[in-house]
């Protein structure tokens, strides 16, 4: 059974950092696809980075050189590395893959940028 679960949301202000963690269970996280995404209050979720089994990146314009995604291949853990915050970047953050075609979510993490 595959599952994911995401750490390390909170309450920051503006300007701040967080980082974000996705254990994974069930699933060797390498050798997939695994994505952060957001979902903020009456917006749609949105893809905000990934990573792929070769280590590529990719990240939505919002976030390119603020936010970095990363894996720990032996923890099986996928990060979000979050800089400069912004109010903007308030909202649930859920981690994702996909295997087989089955789409895997975890619960969210809430982050609040406030000041």
């Known amino acids: 059974q595959v599952q994911l679960v995401e750490s390390g949301g909170g309450l920051v202000q503006p300007g701040g950092s967080l980082r974000l963690s996705c254990a994974a269970s069930g699933i060797i996280s390498s050798m997939y696809e695994m994505g952060w995404y957001r979902q903020a209050p009456g917006k749609q979720r949105e893809l905000v980075a990934s990573?792929?089994?070769?280590?590529?990146?990719n990240y939505v314009d919002s976030v390119k050189g603020r936010f970095t995604i990363s894996r720990d291949n032996a923890k099986n853990t996928v990060y979000l590395q979050m800089n400069s915050l912004n109010t903007e970047d308030t909202a649930v953050y859920y981690c994702n893959t996909r295997r087989l075609g089955v789409v895997y979510w975890g619960e969210g993490t809430l982050v609040t940028v406030s000041s």
């Open positions: 990573i792929t089994n070769r280590g590529g990146t």
